[in-house]
Nanobody
Framework: VQLVESGGGLVQPGGSLRLSCAAS????????MGWFRQSSGEEREFVAA????????YYRDSVKGRFTISRDNGKNTVYLQTNRLKPEDTAVYYC???????????????WGQGTQVTVSS
């Protein structure tokens, strides 16, 4: 499975971005999907996950109520809507696919190349 993220950019605090992750080369609808992020000098951290049918979602506490993960299996795409962005949300955002619905970065098999999100005034 190949994953390609898009939608990152520079945004002011309080702004919004919609990240997309397009999948190809595999059975997208059978994979659980996750979004992770990594800031300079930090470890990659879990942001959100969605089950293969989309019926279950999970978020890290710091993004609850601000971020929403969703998927369109007909378009082989998973999304991360990010609202009320804060400077501490600045990071490279990665999508990942795996067979387990989990927050554990090591349980995901396929990864995209990442998209940069910078929140700054």
């Amino acid at each position: 499975v190949q994953l390609v993220e898009s939608g990152g950019g520079l945004v002011q605090p309080g702004g919004s971005l919609r990240l997309s992750c397009a999948a190809s080369g595999g059975s997208f609808s059978t994979y659980n999907m996750g979004w992770f992020r990594q800031s300079s000098g930090e470890e990659r951290e879990f942001v959100a996950a969605i089950s293969w049918r989309g019926g279950n979602t999970y978020y890290r506490d710091s993004v609850k109520g601000r971020f929403t993960i969703s998927r369109d299996n007909g378009k082989n795409t998973v999304y991360l809507q990010t609202n009320r962005l804060k400077p501490e949300d600045t990071a490279v955002y990665y999508c990942a696919a795996g067979s387990i619905f989990t927050t554990d970065v090591y349980q995901y098999t396929y990864w995209g190349q990442g998209t940069q999100v910078t929140v700054s005034s």
